[in-house]
């Protein structure tokens, strides 16, 4: 017998049962009659709340990008009283998001959704981003106008390192694809790439 749902929690419970297929087999390994089995009601009943699979992804999503952007702004304010303290604490929170959240990591990332089908998904993405870039535009304030790199090229450079640390560094057992632990290599990376730009003394 189905669990009986009340009409709001019903869709929550489909997305936390989509959270558990996603982080066992991908955002792409499971199809929507999986979810309602996982979430014991019926598959019809998913209709009544999502359009089709991509739809339920594209919530999971959404939720993550909402919990992303909290951990990126916590980060941030916590990270002062200086700028590289603040915007190196906000790569860090990317590799903590992904390793404590694989799931809603998953559908962000790796499901292929086009923002702009799903528009609550574009806005709350791009909050997300929002942070990294307040974070870099304070980092480059000493610097004068015409010389100051563009905020949203090496915010973007830095959110680009960081997925790729997660994605060669931190799946799989923890340390068996590096000699070294996936915050030290992105700190160490950050800091070459912000020197290089002249964001940071040699020394700093």
Do not use: C
């Amino acid at each position: 017998m189905k669990r009986g749902y009340h009409h709001g929690n019903l869709r929550q419970a489909l997305v936390e049962a989509a959270l558990i297929l996603i982080a066992d087999q991908g955002p792409t390994g499971f199809t929507l009659s999986e979810a309602a089995k996982a979430a014991d009601v019926t598959p019809a009943a998913v209709y009544r709340h999502f359009a089709g699979r991509d739809d339920l992804i594209a919530e999971v999503a959404r939720q993550g990008y909402d919990i992303f952007a909290a951990l990126m702004e916590f980060a941030y304010n916590n990270g002062q009283p200086t700028a590289l303290a603040a915007f190196e604490a906000t790569g860090r929170a990317y590799l903590a998001f992904a390793r404590k959240y694989p799931g809603h990591y998953k559908a962000m990332f790796e499901s292929g959704l086009s923002l702009q089908a799903h528009p609550d998904l574009a806005i709350v993405a791009q909050k997300a981003r929002a942070v990294l870039e307040q974070a870099a535009e304070k980092l480059s304030q000493h610097l004068p106008p015409g010389k100051r790199p563009p905020a949203t090229m090496f915010s973007a450079h830095i959110w680009a390192m960081s997925h790729g640390v997660v994605e060669l560094y931190m799946r799989g057992a923890p340390g068996a694809k590096s000699p070294f632990p996936p915050e030290d290599l992105l700190e160490a990376g950050i800091g070459i790439y912000l020197r290089g730009l002249g964001l940071l003394r040699p020394d700093a």
